[in-house]
């Protein structure tokens, strides 16, 4: 998992990509690319869940839309309770008021 976020994050700072970001295109390149990419995303976030990191785990959420990669309900669900259980209200608040926005704008 380590690995393909380095990978992805070293793609980000390529030179040669622009107007586009290199992680960008690598996750949009193909489905199955823009699956893995998925995969791997989630799977950190729920690790980060899992050792109660929510800072890493809104910091990966918000690099999954940063890298147009569209987050499940249930990826959603388990930033907003980490940072609840955290006593993180404001943040928690905030990640459910972005999540209905984006529901509303069909991004979600």
């Known amino acids: 998992i380590a690995l393909g976020l380095r990978l992805l994050t ?3 700072k390529a030179k040669g990509c622009e107007p586009d ?3 960008d295109l690598v996750a949009s390149h193909s489905t199955p690319a823009q699956r893995a990419a998925t995969l791997v995303h989630k799977r950190a976030i729920n690790q ?7 800072k890493l785990a809104v910091k990966l959420l918000g690099l999954m839309m940063e ?3 569209k987050p499940s ?36």
């Open 21 to 23: 970001r290199g992680d």
């Open 73 to 108: 309900p249930a990826v959603w669900r388990n930033v907003v309770t980490c940072c609840a259980k955290a006593e993180k209200s404001k943040k928690a608040t905030g990640l459910l008021m972005d999540w209905v926005k984006l529901s509303e704008e069909g991004k979600s």
């Open 67 to 69: 890298r147009s990669l």
């Open 10 to 12: 070293a793609a980000s």
């Open 48 to 54: 980060a869940v899992m050792k109660g990191e929510w």
